[in-house]
């Protein structure tokens, strides 16, 4: 994608994760096919300012497949949030659970005003998938509110509530032999929220797509001091390129080593 407001290109980056016990867990879907083919009707607007590559190998269906795996073997899908760009592929796996915070399943029914009709689209889910929404229930994850159990599911993934993007917002945290995965979704959109200075169109661009800027405020130094406080953690955003291609060489490096976790967790970005 490539925003009118921000310099560098960005991706939409989902996790493919291969489990002992549940199949195959898709972190974010990204678009979807039906987005390409233009079945629902993406805005001018949306198409106009963030400029994404509409391409049928993009999609996460199309990178599943090209792996020798098919839409069903995709059992749980765990969404960050609901947004167009990272639930659009939903309809691609009609037949996995969905897994998602209560509050952003509630936002995306409602769909209140314009911002919310903007950036939620009914299509994405018109097939009626098997919804798992989730509330915290006093679990914690790193000292921050978190659910850690996902129904149905055994492996190490769970939903760290960062609300303020959109109301229901989470971090999606998955465990990998040593290691923890967090995908930050939106919470941030650069780098440098977390490491050091942002440019002056990500701020803007932040900004503009934010529901409530003093908890989204919140949520970026919570993922700061867990960066700073915990080195077996690889945070990353969900559009940050260079975050992208930094995991995906780590991850190849990890894949290849003989002490490399039997789970693993492939990278994927359009």
């Known amino acids: 994608m490539c925003p009118v407001a921000v310099i560098d290109r960005m991706v939409a980056h989902c996790l493919l994760v291969e489990t002992e016990r549940d199949g195959l867990v898709l972190v974010d879907t990204g678009l979807?096919?039906?987005?390409?083919?233009?079945?629902?009707?993406?805005?001018?607007?949306?198409?106009?300012?963030v400029g994404p590559v509409l391409a049928h190998n993009e999609t996460a269906i199309?990178?599943?497949?090209?792996?020798g795996f098919k839409a069903s073997d995709v059992?749980?899908?765990?969404?960050?949030?609901?947004?167009?760009d990272h639930a659009g592929g939903l309809v691609d796996f009609p037949?996995?659970?969905?897994?998602?915070h209560a509050r952003e399943h509630a936002?995306?029914?409602?769909?209140?005003?314009?911002?919310?009709?903007?950036?939620?689209?009914?299509?994405?889910?018109?097939?009626?998938?098997?919804?798992?929404?989730?509330?915290?229930d006093g679990d914690t994850w790193r000292g921050l509110p978190a659910i850690t159990r996902l129904r149905g599911l055994?492996?190490?993934?769970?939903?760290?509530?960062?609300?303020?993007?959109?109301?229901?917002?989470?971090?999606?945290?998955?465990?990998g032999g040593d290691r923890w995965l967090v995908h930050a979704g939106d919470a941030y959109y650069h780098r440098g929220s977390i490491e050091g200075k942002l440019p002056l169109g990500i701020v803007?661009?932040?900004?503009?797509?934010?529901?409530?800027?003093?908890?989204?405020?919140?949520?970026?130094?919570?993922?700061?001091?867990l960066h700073a406080s915990y080195p077996d953690l690889d945070i990353?955003?969900?559009h940050d390129a260079s975050e992208f291609a930094a995991l995906t060489s780590s991850a190849s490096a990890r894949q290849a080593s003989p002490a490399s976790s039997p789970a693993a967790a492939s990278h994927r970005g359009a």
Do not use: N
Request: hydrophobic content about 45%; proline content about 3%.
């Open 236 to 238: 990353f955003c969900a």
């Open 75 to 84: 059992r749980h899908i765990v969404i960050t949030h609901l947004d167009l």
């Open 32 to 49: 979807g096919t039906r987005d390409v083919s233009g079945a629902t009707k993406l805005s001018a607007a949306f198409r106009k300012i």
């Open 95 to 100: 037949t996995a659970k969905v897994h998602v």
């Open 107 to 136: 936002a995306a029914m409602a769909r209140a005003d314009f911002k919310d009709r903007a950036r939620y689209i009914k299509a994405h889910w018109a097939h009626g998938p098997k919804w798992e929404v989730y509330s915290e």
């Open 154 to 175: 055994d492996a190490d993934i769970g939903l760290v509530p960062l609300h303020g993007h959109t109301r229901g917002h989470s971090a999606i945290v998955v465990r």
């Open 204 to 225: 803007a661009f932040e900004r503009a797509m934010q529901t409530h800027p003093a908890q989204r405020r919140a949520s970026v130094a919570a993922l700061r001091q």
């Open 62 to 67: 199309a990178q599943v497949e090209a792996r």
